[in-house]
């Protein structure tokens, strides 16, 4: 089965209802064409809800697609008070998954099973998918950036609301595809699936998708206000409901009772001990395949261990690397954001690293520039690249390369990483100097300068942990080689290592002089990643 009848497509014909529907929709384009509104106002009223949203009393619900489920987001707002109540929709059914009571520049965030005290989107929620949908909940979308450029088909006016229409991309249509043929396959090999309520009710998610497919990306905005009610490609949907403003809002709303279980408001800097960063997916369990689990960047206070998250505002993002004083992490989403851990300020570094991937950075020791190792689409070569902390550009250095993971030399004089010199080839450690000349030192991974000269890697030969000078000689067993730990960061004092337990259920520090081991409690979910310095 192929996804048929797309507008202007070659297909063959689609079902009869279907086609109806989209001729319909053809139809009112047609014959609203001459009624689009002025662009430029529309932006300009939508600039003028966005202002008053910062400062007026407003109601709306935001629903949000993920997979087959919403995420439900009813808002109720005097600021600086909110109260957000989030559910969880599926089948037509909701269920309750927390509430955020924001007063005073604080959240205090009720769970099924926990919550307390936190700064903004701090709170370590153990909700998925939430964190990548939030921040456009509390701030609904506008005209002003939605119809920024070419806002796409104009198809008509309905009720006071215009929309715009967007084909989806070839390439999307294939992957969806796909999709298909796979349920079909499933279904054909094991007949017991269609009495399998799971089953079915993906079926009806993949019709879903179908219909927007057909629809393609549509944004619906509110002419009156500028509110954008309606946006994004099929399958990642988001709408407003109900929005309306109000006079004056009850201060019953924001009210809870009783203490909150856990109070981590206070600034995460100013821990004693200071703070590991790692990536942390808390919902995770043992025997769940890791394989796309979505990992968030999380801040661990030592020697407390308190958990809270980075606060980024926006989805997922992963650990980078701490600032020179430890008062801002840098983070991977979407390209490099910086994250101010006393305000929470963010601040988005070299936006051009934003199109691809960057998988890897590091700050240098005199805190001023950040290697990054950046992926543009499609490619299977990286490029090292230098951003300069406090201007937020950023320079090539090197060659394209096949690599992972950096960590700069001591002095700053150049960067260590595992290359590849072909697709197939076998790992090994390599050196990038400031000059751009990579060099390769021995066969291993993961890299790590250590206190006193040597270079901390993994030995592929013995399959352990090993060290080496810094021309790749001399290599030595690191204690008893620390089997079952993966991604070594060394502490600010260089007295002790973090690793990731392999199986990903916890982080283990080790005392570098001594190799004594000790596993952090940090609670259920899958651990990686960590970042100390």
Not at 59 to 68: D, E, K, L
Not at 159 to 184: M, N
Not at 223 to 242: F, I, W
């Amino acid at each position: 089965m192929r996804l048929e009848g797309r507008p202007g497509s070659r297909e063959a014909p689609l079902r009869p209802a279907l086609w109806a529907a989209v001729l319909v929709l053809l139809a009112a384009g047609g014959r609203a064409a001459a009624q689009e509104p002025d662009v430029a106002a529309l932006r300009e009223r939508g600039r003028r809800t966005a202002a008053r949203l910062e400062v007026a009393p407003a109601a709306w619900t935001s629903f949000h697609a993920v997979g087959p489920e919403y995420l439900v987001f009813e808002v109720v707002q005097a600021p600086p008070r909110r109260r957000v109540t989030v559910l969880v929709e599926r089948a037509g059914e909701r269920r309750h998954a927390l509430t955020i009571l924001e007063r005073d520049g604080r959240w205090l965030v009720a769970e099924p099973e926990g919550g307390g005290l936190y700064r903004p989107f701090e709170a370590p929620l153990g909700v998925p998918h939430v964190y990548e949908h939030l921040a456009r909940a509390l701030r609904p979308r506008t005209a002003d950036d939605a119809l920024a450029g070419t806002p796409g088909e104009w198809l008509g006016l309905d009720r006071g609301v215009g929309t715009w229409r967007r084909d989806v991309s070839d390439a999307e249509l294939r992957a969806f595809d796909g999709v298909i043929e796979e349920l079909k396959k499933r279904a054909q090999e094991r007949p017991a699936l269609q009495q399998d309520p799971a089953f079915r009710e993906r079926l009806r998610w993949v019709e879903r998708l179908e219909r927007e497919y057909l629809e393609g990306a549509l944004t619906k905005v509110q002419v009156e206000t500028g509110l954008v009610l309606q946006h994004g490609a099929p399958g990642r949907r988001s709408a407003v409901a109900g929005f309306r403003w109000l006079e004056r809002v009850d201060e019953a709303t924001f009210a809870a009772g009783g203490q909150p279980p856990v109070d981590a408001s206070g600034d995460p800097t100013a821990a004693r001990g200071g703070l590991l960063m790692v990536a942390h997916c808390p919902w995770w369990r043992p025997g769940v395949p890791p394989d796309g689990v979505l990992m968030d960047a999380r801040l661990v206070e030592l020697p407390a261990r308190r958990v809270r998250r980075v606060p980024f505002e926006g989805g997922e993002a992963l650990p980078g690397a701490f600032s020179r004083d430890r008062g801002r992490a840098f983070v991977l989403a979407d390209g490099l954001v910086e994250v101010d851990l006393r305000t929470g300020r963010n601040r988005r570094l070299a936006p051009g690293l934003g199109v691809g991937e960057v998988s890897s950075i590091a700050a240098a020791p005199d805190g001023r520039t950040l290697a990054a190792l950046h992926h543009a689409p499609g490619e299977a070569r990286g490029q090292v690249h230098l951003v300069d902390v406090e201007a937020g550009t950023s320079r090539a250095l090197g060659p394209p390369l096949l690599g992972a993971g950096l960590a700069w030399l001591p002095g700053g004089e150049g960067l260590v990483l595992v290359t590849r010199p072909g697709a197939d080839a076998p790992e090994q450690v390599s050196v990038l100097e400031r000059s751009g000349r990579l060099r390769a030192l021995r066969a291993g991974s993961g890299p790590l300068p250590l206190p006193g000269g040597d270079l901390l890697f993994f030995d592929p030969g013995p399959g352990a942990w090993a060290t080496c000078d810094l021309l790749g000689g001399n290599a030595r067993s690191f204690h008893d080689g620390l089997p079952g730990l993966r991604s070594p960061a060394l502490s600010p004092d260089g007295e002790h290592l973090a690793f990731a337990l392999i199986d990903g259920s916890g982080i283990v520090v080790v005392h570098v002089q001594s190799g004594r081991r000790e596993r952090l409690d940090l609670g259920p979910g899958l651990f990686g990643s960590p970042v100390w310095r």
